[in-house]
């Protein structure tokens, strides 16, 4: 019975590819990160290895390249996978040897097809004692001296953010906006009690009337002052004293004749 070891930080990607492969007689073992699948590389001892080659940490090229320098290893069948919105990079699957590219959701036939030949491949190699790419053995350093050598993509990490973005965008929204409803209802009460005690405390106010679009009347000249009435002031008289036989004072009385000079 070939063993497959499928590597891959989607839970409904594991459960759909063992489900299918377990169906068609394949023993499967599923983890979930690069770490995880070299550790069990041998007590697994997969004949075949799915690898998703977007994952945290390493990826599905990286898994591959460590098999293929790996003498070990070397007779292992690799294909490596990607959700159908991710990018699977044609060029650095051919670099590092991959021997086939499969697209998820994992559909059954499409599965099956690319799995069975390689893991009778897998099998013819494992019971020849060598695999057929494997160079002599005697002449081979150990498997655990093969270095593990990372392979950075850019595109493959800024297409691996954008995917963990895009992902998670919709849990950082519900959690935002529950927050902000908790911190609107806990402060509610408080502004509300506060405004009451404002309104209790302030004046009424009274309506505002609308006012009238028309323009202001010229200022009017101011009214001059009444003028002051003119006092004359008060003059006394003293009293003429009249005599007798005078007018308004005139001694009008006769004058007496002179005494001539014949009476001498």
């Known amino acids: ?16 590819g063992e489900r299918i492969l377990s169906e068609e007689g394949y023993e499967v073992v599923t983890v979930s990160n690069a770490d995880s699948a070299l550790i069990r590389l041998d007590d697994v001892d997969p004949d075949v290895v799915l690898a998703d080659v977007v994952m945290p940490g390493r990826t599905g090229y990286e898994i591959c ?8 290893h070397r007779h292992v069948r690799v294909i490596l996978t990607a959700g159908v919105l991710e990018v699977l990079d044609e060029a650095n699957a051919k670099r590092v040897e991959s021997d086939a590219t ?4 994992f559909e059954a036939s499409a599965l099956t097809a690319a799995v069975k030949p390689l893991a009778e491949a897998a099998a013819q190699d494992r019971a020849a004692g060598s695999g057929s790419k494997a160079p002599d053995r005697g002449a081979a350093p150990k498997a655990h001296a093969v270095p593990f050598v990372a392979v950075v993509d850019e595109e493959q990490v800024r297409a691996a953010v954008t995917v963990a973005l895009d992902a998670s965008m919709a849990a950082m929204v519900e959690e935002i906006t529950r927050q902000v409803l908790v911190a609107i209802a806990t402060r509610k009460p408080e502004s509300d009690a506060a405004a009451a005690a404002i309104g209790a405390a302030a004046p009424p106010i009274a309506s505002a009337q609308p006012v009238p679009l028309t323009p202001p009347e010229p200022p009017k ?11 004359e ?15 308004l004072g005139l001694d009008i009385s006769r004058p007496e004749p002179e005494p001539s000079d014949d009476s001498e």
């Open 1 to 16: 019975m070939s063993r497959i070891l499928l590597v891959d930080d989607s839970p409904h990607a594991q459960r759909m």
């Open 233 to 247: 002031p008060v003059r006394r008289v003293s009293p003429i004293r009249l005599r007798s036989g005078s007018i």
């Open 221 to 231: 000249p101011a009214a001059p002052n009444p003028a002051t009435a003119r006092v």
């Open 102 to 105: 499969l697209r998820k959701p």
């Open 65 to 72: 390249q460590y098999l293929k320098m790996s003498p070990r």
